[in-house]
């Protein structure tokens, strides 16, 4: 079992910046992938940005294109923590942010919420315009 616990979120304006932080406990020394979704009511978890890391080969990471160049996932193993640094916010990008980590090893980035089996409980990002 994983745990994982969301931090950073708040109410910023259009263009500031936010870092989210995730804290994981329990089975971390197993976790393949650790990355970010989103969500807004009414509409389907939507992936944001992974990174996996293996002993073999090192840190992969992937990113939405509609984040791509302006959000930068970091992943600390000796801390067991990911992050995502926020930049450029724009109205859209308003949504609840989660935290996702699995320990399956797939040999690419996942994407989909489905293949991801432990979640934090959320945290609220409200960009203004």
């Known amino acids: 079992q994983v745990q994982l616990v969301e931090s950073g979120g708040g109410l910023v304006q259009a263009g500031d910046s936010l870092r989210l932080s995730c804290a994981a406990s329990g089975r971390t020394s197993s976790m393949y992938a650790m990355g970010w979704f989103r969500q807004i009511p009414g509409k389907e978890r939507e992936f944001v940005a992974a990174?996996?890391?293996?002993?073999?080969?090192?840190?992969?990471?992937a990113y939405a294109d509609s984040v791509n160049g302006r959000f930068t996932i970091s992943r600390d193993n000796a801390r067991n923590t990911v992050s995502l640094q926020m930049n450029s916010l724009k109205p859209e990008d308003t949504a609840v942010y989660y935290c996702?980590?699995?320990?399956?090893?797939?040999?690419?980035?996942?994407?989909?919420?489905?293949?991801?089996?432990?979640w934090g409980r959320g945290t609220q990002v409200t960009v203004s315009s």
């Open positions: 996702a980590a699995d320990l399956s090893q797939k040999g690419v980035v996942p994407k989909t919420s489905h293949e991801y089996h432990y």
């Open positions: 990174a996996t890391w293996t002993f073999w080969s090192g840190t992969n990471t």
